[in-house]
């Protein structure tokens, strides 16, 4: 069981805008900076969003990410078919020393 | 281009050890710290523990405290993650992560913002 809480699976349409939490504590989201990464299929992780809502150079705008208090969001305009991936939130901890990952949410584009 | 390539897959018993390197290209080594993520087969990342090369300070997952060894050869600009009392349950994918700075794993600004293309490692009688 992860430290940090992600939906297992999220769904949108061609063109709508998901929304992808990450629920930790104040020893971890509480005081830390957030990131996102993203997983396709038999690939190494990329990552998506550096603290908390920056943007790697190459990622579009599309992408998102944002906190508020313990938690964190992923969210994700304009839905394409190649964002089809896991998406999976990490930060630092204090008490466990190091980073921990979000279970992943697998985001499914119909 | 900052690349890092790793070594090759590996099948090992159970009780054995094995020790995956992660070769950085370029010259970003010494101003990098990197970190070790598995993914065992349909689940989901765990980090390991990470090192700051130019520092040699290492910082490990507490679920792998005395089982695992991560050093690193700033000459090769190369690291190295050594897994003991190998299981079963430790096959997985194995991959090495780059940060940008050289402060603990997960507190560098940058994130994992380039990893090697993985190392599976198989733990079969």
């Known amino acids: 069981q992860s430290v940090l809480t992600q939906p297992p699976s999220a769904s949108g349409t061609p063109g709508q805008r998901v929304t992808i939490s990450c629920s930790g504590s104040?020893?971890?989201?509480?005081?830390?900076?957030v990131y996102w990464y993203q997983q396709l299929p038999g690939t190494a992780p990329k990552l998506l969003i550096y603290?908390?809502?920056q943007r790697p150079s190459g990622v579009p705008d599309r992408f998102s990410g944002s906190k508020s208090g313990t938690s964190a969001s992923l969210a994700i305009s304009g839905l394409r078919s190649e964002d089809e991936a896991n998406y999976y939130c990490?930060?630092?901890?204090?008490?466990?020393?190091?980073?921990?990952f979000g279970g992943g949410t697998k985001l499914t584009v119909l | 281009q900052v690349q890092l390539v790793q070594s090759g897959a590996e099948v090992k018993k159970p009780g054995s050890s094995v020790k995956v390197s992660c070769k950085a290209s370029?010259?970003?080594?010494?101003?990098?710290?990197i970190s070790w993520v598995r993914q065992a087969p349909g689940q989901g990342l765990e980090w390991m523990g990470g090192?700051?090369?130019?520092?040699?300070?290492?910082d490990y997952a507490q679920k792998f405290q005395g089982r695992v060894t991560i050093t690193a050869d700033e000459s090769t600009s190369t690291a190295y993650m050594e897994l003991s009392s190998l299981r079963s349950d430790d096959t997985a994918v194995y991959y090495c992560?780059?940060?940008?700075?050289?402060?603990?794993?997960?507190?560098?600004?940058?994130?994992?913002?380039?990893w090697g293309q993985g190392t599976t490692v198989t733990v079969s009688s």
């Open positions: 370029g010259d970003t080594f010494s101003s990098s710290t």
């Open positions: 992560a780059r940060e940008w700075g050289i402060a603990v794993p997960g507190l560098n600004l940058s994130g994992m913002d380039v």
């Open positions: 090192i700051i090369p130019i520092l040699g300070t290492t």
């Open positions: 990490a930060t630092r901890h204090a008490s466990l020393s190091g980073v921990v």
């Open positions: 104040s020893s971890n989201i509480g005081t830390n900076y």
């Open positions: 603290s908390t809502n």
